[in-house]
């Protein structure tokens, strides 16, 4: 039975289900999810609402449904749950019994998928940030080799004046840089914890959230219930940074497509990162650089589709937002795989 099936006689019609359900997608949440649990399980106990031990069962069946989920990260998606806060609980229920029901206690879907996205975005945030600083030491590593290399520089896509090899790849090293301080600067504003605001007013739970907060690694404890469960401008936020990190990773590649082609002809590629033709042995191909500039499109778009789907919606939570998800979980992998490529391409390329 869903959670909230309680109430209901008629069992869900199999279509609604299926366009309902997001455990097709959010179980790639399920770490992040059992993560809050163990906190809330311990807030519970605090407040006396469970046992010492309840407290120490839940967490210890959550300990071990995190390293069932290490082994196999896709094991929910088939599970005919719901969604992961289901299937957690499900789980749970079926090693422990009634005791499984009490971690529901006082919280809501709202508030942990909240908490959950934050810490899931997070973590991706610093997987770009790493991929973001070796690409700009691959630029700074390129712009050394270059040595004293000139080359045209362009205006209007005619040659203007003389510049330096190391010089371009410098221009792009600042952007790269600019990129990092509008991640950092989204990562500054999420860091704040949903976990305690229920379902919109907040929980009738005596839990102290500054504590909860501090658990989780966040820096403070939402201040107002009815924003901290609708409130998805990280994702916006984190979008906006990708996609013109993206437009600038879109501009260099399109910059090395030209000047590797047979017109410009200042750069080589390397064999190891292009591809050939069947039917023209003359042929080598850019692939990956017209596929980092290809991304940029992909990214933008998603930072468009959020948009659409926050604007005019009313307070607070609406299933609208369960769309939050798919697009982000998508950019943010897109974006530190394109980056971790640039920087694993560059050494190619003279
Ligand atoms: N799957 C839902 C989402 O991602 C979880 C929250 C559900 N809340 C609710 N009130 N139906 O948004």
Known sequence: MAMWGGRFTEASLEEFKAFNDSIGFDYQLAQQDIAASKVWAAGLAEAKLISQHEAKQLQDALQQLALKLEQDPTLPVDSGEEDIHSWVEGQLTEQLGAVARKLHTGRSRNDLVATDLRLWARDAAQAVRHSLLASVQALLNFAEAAGGAVMPGYTHLQRAQPVMVAHWALAYVEMLKRDLGRLDDAVSRL????????????????????????????????????????????????????????????????????????????????DAISSGSSLMPQKKNPDVFELLRGKSGRILGQLVAILHVLKGLPLAYNKDMQEDKQGFFDLMQQWQQSLQVLATVLPHLP
Do not use: I, Q, Y
Not at 195 to 216: I, K, Q
Not at 222 to 240: G, H, K, P
């Open 191 to 270: 860091n704040v914890c949903p976990l305690g605001a229920g379902a919109l007013a907040g929980t009738g739970v005596p839990v102290d959230r500054s504590w909860l907060a501090t658990e989780l690694g966040f820096d403070t404890a939402a201040a107002n219930s009815l924003d901290a469960v609708s409130d998805r401008d990280f994702v916006v936020e984190l979008s906006a940074a990708a996609s013109l990190c993206m437009t600038h990773v879109s501009r260099l590649s399109e910059d090395v497509v030209f000047f590797c082609s047979g017109e410009a002809g200042f750069f080589k590629l390397g």
